[in-house]
C-alpha cells in the first residue's frame, strides 16, 4: 500500500486532507457542471468520487448558487515595507540601500577613531556590508593591510590614462583639473587606442593610498608595488551610507595634509565630498572579487538581488 510505510497518525492526518480535498471537488464539479452531472445521473455514470445521486445535485446544486453568487475573495498580497524586509525581497530602493547602510555603520563607528579599527568592529562592519551589497570586502587580503581603514579622505585631481591624455578628453569634473604627472602606478593605458570601458572606469574611480608609509614598503616594495596597483577596493562614507568600488590608481596623500586617502573627482561626487572642504571621513577595504564580478562605481544595490527597475 502506498502509505504503508507512515506512522498512523501521519497517514490518518493525510487520508483526511485527501478526503476533504475529494469532497470540495466533488461538490465543486456538481456545482460548476451542473448539466453535465445531471447527464452523468440520467445515464447512471459515475466519475471517481462523483456521486451523482439526486439528493447531491440537490445540495450541491444550492450549495453552487450561494458560492457562485457570494463574491470572490482574494487575499491581497502586500507588498514589504520594513526596509530589511524590502532588502531580502529585492525591492529596495537605491536611497534606501544608502540609509540602512548608513544606520548600520553609524553605531559601529560612534568610538573608534581615524587609523585601523578594533577587530571585533572590523568584522561586524564586513558583516554588514556583505548583509546589504552582498559583496565580500576585508580590511586585510593575502595578509596585506594598509595603515589606515578609517581616514581622511581628500578630493583629487583627474590623472593622465595615456600619453598625451589631456583634461578635455575626460567627460565629468573638469573643475578638478589635471594632474602635471602621473599616478603612482603610471599610465592606465600604453595609448589611447589601448583604451577600455574597463580603463576609463579605473581613472574614473580611483583612490590614492599610503603605501609609502606601511612597514613593510621598504622591503617588499617590488612585491607590493605589483599587488596594489589597480586593486579593487570598497569606499564608503558612513554618513550617508554611499559607497563605491574604485581601483588603487595612485600614491598619497602626504602625512602632512592630514589625509589618508585621495579619491577621484568622480568617486567624490558620488560620496558627496566633493563640495564645500572636498573631503570627509570614509571607510577604505579591500574587495575579495577574485572573478572581476564587482562593477566599478557606485554600489547602490545588492548585487545577489539586482537592481530594482526604477519606474
Known amino acids: 500500500m502506498v502509505f504503508s510505510s507512515l506512522p498512523l497518525t501521519k497517514f490518518e492526518r493525510l487520508k483526511g486532507k485527501l478526503h476533504h480535498h475529494r469532497k470540495r471537488a466533488r461538490v465543486a464539479f456538481v456545482a460548476r457542471h451542473q448539466k453535465a452531472a445531471t447527464w452523468l445521473a440520467e445515464k447512471q455514470l459515475m466519475l471517481p468520487g462523483v456521486q451523482a445521486s439526486t439528493k447531491l445535485l440537490t445540495s450541491a446544486s444550492l450549495f453552487g448558487t450561494l458560492l457562485l453568487a457570494a463574491p470572490q475573495f482574494q487575499p491581497k498580497i502586500l507588498p514589504p515595507t520594513n526596509v530589511e524586509e524590502k532588502l531580502e525581497a529585492g525591492v529596495i530602493s537605491a536611497s534606501e540601500v544608502n540609509s540602512l547602510l548608513e544606520n548600520k555603520m553609524t553605531p559601529l563607528l560612534a568610538d573608534q577613531s581615524i587609523g585601523f579599527l578594533d577587530s571585533a568592529v572590523q568584522t561586524r562592519i564586513c558583516a554588514a556590508i556583505k548583509e546589504v551589497l552582498d559583496v565580500k570586502s576585508c580590511f586585510t587580503l593575502d595578509g596585506i593591510r594598509l595603515n589606515h581603514a578609517y581616514g581622511w579622505m581628500g578630493y583629487e585631481q583627474h590623472l593622465q590614462r595615456f600619453p598625451g591624455d589631456t583634461l578635455d578628453q575626460h567627460d565629468e569634473e573638469l573643475v578638478a583639473g589635471i594632474a602635471p604627472g602621473l599616478g603612482g602606478w603610471g599610465y592606465f593605458a600604453n595609448s589611447r587606442a589601448a583604451m577600455t570601458p574597463e580603463i576609463v572606469l579605473r581613472e574614473k574611480y580611483y583612490v590614492a593610498v599610503q603605501t609609502l608609509y606601511m612597514p613593510e614598503w621598504n622591503t617588499r616594495t617590488k612585491e607590493l608595488v605589483d599587488w596594489f596597483r589597480f586593486r579593487k577596493v570598497l569606499v564608503i562614507n558612513p554618513e550617508n551610507g554611499k559607497a563605491v568600488v574604485g581601483v588603487v590608481g595612485d600614491a598619497g596623500p602626504a602625512d602632512w595634509t592630514g589625509k589618508q586617502f585621495g579619491g577621484s573627482p568622480e568617486l567624490m561626487k ?27 562605481g557606485p554600489l547602490d544595490y545588492n548585487l545577489g538581488k539586482g537592481k530594482l527597475e526604477e519606474a
Do not use: I, M, T
Open 270 to 296: 558620488e560620496l558627496d565630498l566633493h563640495l564645500g572642504p572636498r573631503k570627509g571621513e570614509v571607510l577604505l577595504l579591500f574587495l575579495d572579487d577574485q572573478e572581476n564580478k564587482v562593477p566599478l
